[in-house]
């Protein structure tokens, strides 16, 4: 059923009627097309759910074009990115035709779930901003990052939950929740596979996050673990190019101070938290979601 | 009413909880409303006619702030642009903001004025990735050219005419092809600023846009009409840095060959079909902010 989603995506990028476009369209990488998966197992399978499931895809397409082109990325799931291979003009434009493209085709849904998925769009953008301006510094603040990561990735997910629940009368709350805290695990999980994966596994360099300013869960459970001397060396590789002495430096204090296993814990809290959401739905489908992602090693 | 335009996106801004995001959209240039305006003559001024004329508002602000990425341009209406003071990743992510807020807001509308809307961004937005493509070489095709800045331009100013008929009732098709229309000729208006008005005047360096790559319909005009061998000079002059005297060159052409009285005839062709698609609705005002762009010096 996944293919009726991509085919559906297909379909609307095709009406745009620009072939250089659709081209480019057809070689983004897939991912795992979470958000997808997600409305389909909730609202099951139906002409509404699919077109639901490609109107997120295309908004998570686009969000990932535009993050790239903000975090200067050159790679994404292993390919060039298209900021890398088509410029950062045509990436940031691209993005903004799948966005649009894909509000053309919300407005078709009810008013409740056009508004909050729009609403979601705009958390995200301001979650993708405040990444952006916390990665200027070291930061230390947990409840500051947790809100950036709810904003920057949980918003979509929770919304996604939230509207395929909708779809077929489900009770929107427990799968909103379930949603919101898949999120947040899913992010955390990205964090830890950022400093545990080797480079080919990733797709991208190990302790790349570190280097580009992002302060993630592992870096600020460290800090607070390690005594003033190297809590200055963490804070000194803040933004850096890491040469291999400082990163084995970094991985060998973690592995001490368990800071990996303490946001592995915090990501299986909630993980747990989002099952016990729709504990009373009886919806396996999603608890394998949930373990998948929790066991994921890209 | 202008004034109650400006009060509604603020009001919507600050709703986002976030002060940098707010200080940096009251900085943001205003320029002339058209857009807003063209609203509130058309539909008159009421609660939902300000807040279609701040949706479509926002829309600009963010399409203007991407654009100037896509360009990077240094300044937009004299003032120093986002991308320029806050770096391409804040003038993204801020449109993105704009771009979502917008379309959260117009959820509230009906279908029919909420899904044209969100298609003109679709088409605003390949506009300004066909401005980009064709802006890699010279083109002579006029035809592509108009069909580029229809999308890039004229299709928000379009549906903005026709949304404001539908909220009042008024013949939506006559007011569709007015807003069309004055969209060709501002963009045309605009392309003829660029060569004839000074930098002061225009806030930006003159001859700016063929040095960028866009070959507007003077320079398209001048080709047409020179020999073969001043042809090749001023192909060769695309995309370049040019010195006083090869601007001296191109615009003592453009005067001998009068390219840019033929584009400001073509733009005339098009005001005056904009004022014959509402004379039949005693639309004085639409009529005085036809001439008012018509005669514009920036």
Known sequence: MLKAVEQCMLTWIKELQNDELYELFTHLPHGKRLRAKLVLKIAGESPQSVKLAAVIELIHAASLLHDDVIDEALTRRGVTSVNAS?????????????????????????????????????????GEYMDVKMGESFN??????????????????????????????????DYKLYGKNLGLAFQIIDDILDIVSDDETLGKPALNDYKEGKTTLPYMYLYEALEDKDKKRLKQAHLQDLDSNESSWIKLQMKEHQSVERSYALARTLSDEAIKAVSQHDEKELVLILEDMMQREF
């Open 86 to 126: 088509d410029g950062s003009k045509v990436a940031v434009m691209m993005g903004d035709v799948l966005y649009s493209k894909a509000f053309t085709e919300l407005v078709a849904f009810d008013d409740k779930i056009a508004s909050s998925v729009a609403s979601a769009v705009t958390i995200l953008s301001i």
């Open 140 to 173: 230390e603040n947990e409840e500051a990052y947790l809100d950036m990561i709810y904003k920057k990735t949980a918003s979509l997910i929770e919304v996604t939950s939230y509207c395929a629940a909708l779809l077929v009368g489900k009770n929107e709350d």
